[in-house]
């Protein structure tokens, strides 16, 4: 690193170029490492030095209360009275230089901005690379070669001071033939995503990662790929990354293969596992044995037996995934094989909403409180899924009919308020070119997530009857639905019993609805709501 040569070549003595010069390059330090002002009144100022003739005195602000700044001038007092002149004042030193002899024992001080002076801890980065992409020891801090690569990645963790630091691993294939063991927290390890490329070389006879953090805090594992070689290292115990009571990490941005476990999270709880791609591991990401407060989004998961796995862990949050074998058909899957599992009856409290699981849906095989929404793993979703279980159970005659009525019109209560928060968090819009087929309509529009929620409200123009085959009205141009049947709730004429009925709608792939039935009353108005995939808001 370059530096300046303050070395005067003719004389010793400081020249006003050098204070000017000097006054810049602090200036310079100050700035990059961020020095904070601070504005304080009453500063008291101490005397320093009396002359040897008392020609003049120096009072001077107490040490981490100088460097004053010129950006709002100081207020010097005297005995609590503002005084203007009489006086110098000494930014850099925080003083002010009487002009004037003053044999009179006077109290000064000063309103002042000074900077303020704190440690400033620096950041210890090591970095890694390896000669078998080309890496010198001028490039890095520790050079691999290519044999149990670990040791180097190692020996930089440990000198880390205790606080923590960073380990940066340049681009690469690192041959690992034991873990990586972060034994300190506050740790960063990151690579150049799937250039930097961390291949395991070995079994594990115990549970084990090529990360393995044990009892860790405030780590971040971040744009690594993690090749588990399951080829030539198959033991059950290999993972990708692991966890072991640890607390407070973040997993991001990472790439796992071929590991049996691609994140492992055992007895881990309060940690964030995002963005990362755990594909064809037996499973993609494990939450197990009470890791409970844990954040898994963003993943995709693809060609795992099990997506994400969770077993004895509860007040997770599951949200945003993909997790897909093959194309995402039903026939991709086999009983065995899962896009994501609650195994068991002893996890409690989790939240699996908005994941891709097509192909097959989320399986929660026990436990309390736990809430599985709007995920999709087919052409249906869960609202009309849960109105097929639902339906309309008010008639059935059983012994214990009334707590079956109670619980399932609370059910229904339940879905109304989940459609009422989609329209709360969806966007409305309008069309208002629909094409109708002697009818007249009105139609609300919530546009989330791709999908768009349609509520038309039918009237009859004429005073005919609806006749199976009759095309109602279209969809705007470029949506398709869901679903290829709707049933609609229709209000008939006035005096006839019952004045409610309903009816099954048709949606052709063209958009238009069409009526599935011969309608044996007058309708007044109905109303379908159904959802729609495509067209243009």
Same mark, same amino acid.
Request: net charge negative; aromatic share 8%; glycine share 8%.
């Given at each position: 690193?370059?530096?300046?040569?303050?070395?005067?070549?003719?004389?010793?003595?400081?020249?006003?170029?050098?204070?000017?010069?000097?006054?810049?390059?602090?200036?310079?330090?100050?700035?990059?490492?961020?020095?904070?002002?601070?504005?304080?009144?009453?500063?008291?100022?101490?005397?320093?030095?009396?002359?040897?003739?008392?020609?003049?005195?120096?009072?001077?602000?107490?040490?981490?209360?100088?460097?004053?700044?010129?950006?709002?001038?100081?207020?010097?007092?005297?005995?609590?009275?503002?005084?203007?002149?009489?006086?110098?004042?000494?930014?850099?030193?925080?003083?002010?230089?009487?002009?004037?002899?003053?044999?009179?024992?006077?109290?000064?001080?000063?309103?002042?901005?000074?900077?303020?002076?704190?440690?400033?801890?620096?950041?210890?980065?090591?970095?890694?690379?390896?000669?078998?992409?080309?890496?010198?020891?001028?490039?890095?801090?520790?050079?691999?070669?290519?044999?149990?690569?670990?040791?180097?990645?190692?020996?930089?963790?440990?000198?880390?001071?205790?606080?923590?630091?960073?380990?940066?691993?340049?681009?690469?294939?690192?041959?690992?033939?034991?873990?990586?063991?972060?034994?300190?927290?506050?740790?960063?390890?990151?690579?150049?995503?799937?250039?930097?490329?961390?291949?395991?070389?070995?079994?594990?006879?115990?549970?084990?990662?090529?990360?393995?953090?044990?009892?860790?805090?405030?780590?971040?594992?971040?744009?690594?790929?993690?090749?588990?070689?399951?080829?030539?290292?198959?033991?059950?115990?290999?993972?990708?990354?692991?966890?072991?009571?640890?607390? +407070?990490?973040?997993? %991001? /941005?990472?790439?796992?293969? #071929?590991?049996?476990? !691609?994140?492992?999270?055992? *007895? @881990? =709880? $309060? &940690?964030?596992?995002?963005?990362?791609?755990?594909?064809?591991?037996?499973?993609?990401?494990?939450?197990?044995?009470?890791?409970? +407060?844990?954040?898994? %989004? /963003?993943?995709?998961?693809? #060609?795992?037996?099990? !997506?994400?796995?969770?077993? *004895? @862990? =509860? $007040? &997770?949050?599951?949200?945003?995934?993909?997790?897909?074998?093959?194309?995402?058909?039903?026939?991709?899957?086999?009983?065995?094989?899962?896009?994501?599992?609650?195994?068991?009856?002893?996890?409690?409290?989790?939240?699996?909403?908005?994941?891709?699981?097509?192909?097959?849906?989320?399986?929660?095989?026990?436990?309390?409180?736990?809430?599985?929404?709007?995920?999709?793993?087919?052409?249906?979703?869960?609202?009309?899924?849960?109105?097929?279980?639902?339906?309309?159970?008010?008639?059935?005659?059983?012994?214990?009919?009334?707590?079956?009525?109670?619980?399932?019109?609370?059910?229904?209560?339940?879905?109304?308020?989940?459609?009422?928060?989609?329209?709360?968090?969806?966007?409305?819009?309008?069309?208002?070119?629909?094409?109708?087929?002697?009818?007249?309509?009105?139609?609300?529009?919530?546009?989330?997530?791709?999908?768009?929620?349609?509520?038309?409200?039918?009237?009859?123009?004429?005073?005919?009857?609806?006749?199976?085959?009759?095309?109602?009205?279209?969809?705007?141009?470029?949506?398709?639905?869901?679903?290829?049947?709707?049933?609609?709730?229709?209000?008939?004429?006035?005096?006839?019993?019952?004045?409610?009925?309903?009816?099954?709608?048709?949606?052709?792939?063209?958009?238009?609805?069409?009526?599935?039935?011969?309608?044996?009353?007058?309708?007044?108005?109905?109303?379908?709501?159904?959802?729609?995939?495509?067209?243009?808001?």
């Amino acid at each position: 690193m370059a530096k300046t040569n303050w070395q005067d070549p003719k004389t010793s003595e400081m020249r006003s170029t050098h204070v000017s010069g000097l006054m810049e390059a602090v200036g310079k330090i100050e700035d990059s490492i961020g020095m904070e002002s601070v504005f304080e009144t009453n500063v008291p100022l101490t005397e320093v030095f009396i002359s040897s003739d008392d020609r003049y005195r120096i009072f001077q602000a107490p040490e981490g209360k100088r460097n004053w700044t010129a950006e709002q001038a100081p207020v010097i007092k005297r005995n609590g009275v503002t005084i203007s002149s009489g006086f110098e004042i000494d930014y850099g030193g925080g003083a002010i230089i009487l002009n004037a002899n003053d044999t009179v024992e006077n109290t000064y001080t000063a309103n002042v901005t000074y900077i303020k002076t704190s440690k400033v801890r620096k950041l210890v980065r090591f970095v890694i690379g390896t000669s078998t992409s080309g890496w010198t020891e001028k490039d890095c801090d520790y050079l691999c070669d290519g044999t149990a690569d670990q040791t180097e990645i190692n020996a930089a963790i440990t000198a880390l001071p205790a606080t923590g630091g960073e380990i940066v691993i340049l681009d690469g294939t690192y041959n690992i033939t034991a873990k990586i063991n972060v034994t300190k927290d506050n740790v960063s390890i990151r690579g150049n995503g799937n250039a930097t490329i961390l291949k395991r070389m070995f079994n594990s006879s115990v549970a084990e990662g090529v990360i393995t953090l044990n009892s860790r805090s405030g780590c971040k594992i971040a744009n690594l790929q993690i090749d588990g070689n399951m080829t030539s290292h198959s033991n059950s115990n290999n993972y990708g990354i692991y966890l072991s009571s640890s607390s +407070n990490n973040t997993v %991001t /941005g990472n790439t796992c293969y #071929n590991n049996n476990r !691609g994140i492992e999270l055992y *007895s @881990s =709880s $309060n &940690n964030t596992v995002t963005g990362n791609t755990c594909n064809d591991n037996s499973r993609g990401i494990e939450l197990y044995s009470s890791s409970n +407060n844990n954040t898994v %989004t /963003g993943n995709t998961c693809y #060609n795992n037996s099990s !997506g994400i796995y969770l077993s *004895s @862990s =509860s $007040n &997770n949050t599951i949200t945003g995934n993909a997790c897909i074998r093959g194309t995402g058909q039903t026939s991709d899957y086999t009983s065995d094989q899962y896009t994501i599992r609650l195994q068991g009856t002893a996890n409690s409290y989790n939240l699996i909403a908005s994941n891709n699981c097509m192909g097959k849906a989320p399986v929660v095989e026990g436990g309390t409180g736990n809430t599985v929404i709007n995920n999709k793993w087919d052409a249906t979703s869960d609202f009309e899924d849960l109105r097929t279980d639902v339906g309309d159970k008010t008639t059935l005659i059983t012994t214990d009919k009334t707590n079956l009525v109670n619980a399932v019109n609370e059910t229904k209560a339940q879905i109304n308020d989940l459609e009422a928060d989609y329209e709360k968090e969806a966007t409305e819009f309008s069309i208002a070119s629909d094409e109708t087929y002697y009818y007249s309509t009105t139609t609300k529009y919530y546009k989330k997530n791709g999908w768009v929620k349609l509520t038309y409200r039918i009237s009859r123009v004429d005073e005919g009857l609806i006749q199976r085959s009759e095309y109602l009205l279209r969809l705007p141009v470029g949506f398709r639905p869901k679903t290829s049947f709707v049933t609609v709730a229709v209000q008939c004429d006035v005096g006839i019993t019952p004045p409610l009925d309903k009816m099954t709608l048709r949606i052709h792939n063209t958009g238009q609805l069409q009526a599935q039935e011969n309608a044996t009353k007058k309708i007044i108005h109905g109303e379908a709501v159904f959802y729609a995939g495509g067209g243009t808001v």
